[in-house]
């Protein structure tokens, strides 16, 4: 009888299986191995990463102190070096000093001998200035030509009397007859006589004389005129600088101002104008007016003027004086011209000249 194999192939399969699972679970625990580190890696990746990127920043934030620290070390090194140079000019401040003391020393001159000499220096000074004092006054216009008012009183007037060439503008408009708008009306239908002797032409006239007897002997001078039109008060002098020391021509001019009647509007443009005439420019303008202007180069269209358009032909006017000249403005205010007063005014203080309405008893 044959042999029976069965039990061998149950035997073989039955050690297969367990093979199989044994190989099966060594695979389940190679890949739950493989699993485990791959999730250490990935988080030691990120802790690592992390790491870095705080390195990083504390590299960047470490350059930009270096860079800093560098800066400052340079500013300090800029501060040591002028410490340096001022230290080395103080001493040799110092040693210059102690070099003038050992020179005093070696010339014998004690404290009360410097302060002597100060004292000498000093007497020397005052003398100079009684000196020029004396000299002022004798080159003073009263040596000229005198002018002597009602009363002995004596006015402080802050107005500039000095200059080279001064030039006197006197507005002979009809305005000028009187400070009321009525009573100019009632003036302009009289004779002329009355006319020239109405009060408020009459102490403008005074006020010139005042100035004319006030100018230096040295100095020249011009007296214009204007209303309309501009023109010497001494006729057959225009452009012509006349000599303050001429005593018979100030009283000439004088003359011819009291015959001149007052009438006609008002233009500054052309009075300004007329100053480019004068060779050498003058250095010192006196203004005589009451109002602003009522007219530019040209008469105006029509038969009235608002305020508002006089304001305009008085700062169009100002323009064509000459610069850095002080102008002296004395006005006699008129009733209808409030902005006058303002307008004169800001014209003095910006040419550093001088602003005066006077009283009716002045000069």
Same mark, same amino acid.
């Given at each position: 009888?044959?042999?029976?194999?069965?039990?061998?192939?149950?035997?073989?399969?039955?050690?297969?299986?367990?093979?199989?699972?044994?190989?099966?679970?060594?695979?389940?625990?190679?890949?739950?191995?493989?699993?485990?580190?791959?999730?250490?890696?990935?988080?030691?990746?990120?802790?690592? #990463?992390?790491? &870095?990127?705080? /390195?990083?920043?504390?590299?960047?934030?470490?350059?930009?102190?270096?860079?800093?620290?560098?800066?400052?070390?340079?500013?300090?090194? %800029?501060? %040591? &070096?002028?410490?340096?140079?001022?230290?080395?000019?103080?001493?040799?401040?110092?040693?210059?000093?102690?070099? #003038?003391?050992?020179?005093?020393?070696?010339?014998?001159?004690?404290?009360?001998?410097?302060?002597?000499?100060?004292?000498?220096?000093?007497?020397?000074?005052?003398?100079? &200035?009684?000196?020029?004092?004396?000299?002022?006054?004798?080159?003073?216009?009263?040596?000229? @030509?005198?002018?002597?008012?009602?009363?002995?009183?004596?006015?402080?007037?802050?107005?500039? /009397?000095?200059? @080279?060439?001064?030039?006197?503008?006197?507005?002979?408009?009809?305005?000028?007859?009187?400070?009321?708008?009525?009573?100019?009306?009632?003036?302009?239908?009289?004779?002329?006589?009355?006319?020239?002797?109405?009060?408020?032409?009459?102490?403008?006239?005074?006020?010139?004389?005042?100035?004319?007897?006030?100018?230096?002997?040295?100095?020249?001078?011009?007296?214009?005129?204007?209303?309309?039109?501009?023109?010497?008060? #001494?006729?057959?002098?225009?452009?012509?600088?006349?000599?303050?020391?001429?005593?018979?021509?100030?009283?000439?001019?004088?003359?011819?101002? @009291?015959?001149?009647?007052?009438?006609?509007?008002?233009? /500054?443009?052309?009075?300004?104008?007329?100053?480019?005439?004068?060779?050498?420019?003058?250095?010192?303008?006196?203004?005589?007016?009451?109002?602003?202007?009522?007219?530019?180069?040209?008469?105006? @269209?029509?038969?009235?003027?608002?305020?508002?358009?006089?304001?305009?032909?008085?700062?169009?006017?100002?323009?064509?004086?000459?610069?850095?000249?002080?102008?002296?403005?004395?006005?006699?205010? %008129?009733?209808?011209?409030? %902005?006058?007063?303002?307008?004169?005014?800001?014209?003095?203080?910006?040419?550093?000249?001088?602003?005066?309405?006077?009283?009716?008893?002045?000069?």
């Amino acid at each position: 009888m044959a042999r029976k194999k069965r039990p061998f192939t149950t035997f073989s399969l039955g050690f297969l299986d367990v093979m199989s699972c044994g190989f099966g679970a060594v695979i389940l625990v190679f890949l739950l191995i493989d699993h485990s580190i791959d999730v250490e890696s990935e988080e030691v990746n990120q802790v690592l #990463l992390s790491e &870095v990127n705080l /390195l990083d920043e504390d590299i960047a934030e470490g350059e930009k102190n270096l860079v800093r620290l560098r800066n400052t070390l340079s500013d300090v090194d %800029m501060q %040591m &070096v002028q410490a340096q140079g001022q230290a080395t000019r103080i001493t040799e401040d110092i040693d210059q000093f102690e070099a #003038l003391i050992e020179a005093l020393q070696l010339d014998g001159l004690t404290d009360e001998e410097a302060i002597e000499a100060i004292k000498a220096e000093i007497q020397a000074l005052e003398e100079e &200035v009684i000196k020029l004092r004396m000299s002022a006054e004798e080159n003073s216009g009263r040596n000229a @030509r005198s002018f002597i008012g009602e009363g002995n009183r004596q006015y402080l007037t802050g107005l500039n /009397l000095g200059g @080279r060439h001064i030039v006197i503008l006197l507005d002979t408009s009809a305005s000028m007859l009187d400070e009321k708008l009525v009573n100019i009306i009632r003036l302009r239908n009289m004779a002329e006589d009355i006319q020239r002797r109405s009060d408020k032409w009459t102490r403008t006239i005074n006020t010139v004389d005042w100035l004319t007897a006030q100018l230096p002997v040295g100095s020249k001078y011009q007296v214009i005129t204007f209303n309309t039109q501009a023109n010497p008060a #001494l006729p057959g002098t225009e452009g012509e600088w006349l000599e303050v020391a001429d005593q018979a021509q100030l009283e000439q001019v004088s003359d011819e101002l @009291r015959k001149l009647t007052p009438a006609g509007g008002t233009s /500054l443009e052309n009075v300004f104008r007329s100053l480019a005439d004068l060779v050498p420019s003058p250095d010192n303008i006196f203004l005589l007016t009451d109002g602003l202007p009522t007219q530019g180069a040209t008469p105006p @269209r029509g038969s009235t003027v608002s305020g508002r358009d006089r304001q305009k032909l008085y700062r169009q006017a100002v323009k064509l004086l000459p610069r850095g000249v002080p102008v002296n403005v004395i006005l006699a205010p %008129m009733e209808g011209d409030p %902005m006058a007063a303002s307008e004169f005014w800001q014209l003095a203080q910006v040419t550093r000249g001088s602003f005066l309405s006077p009283s009716k008893d002045w000069p």
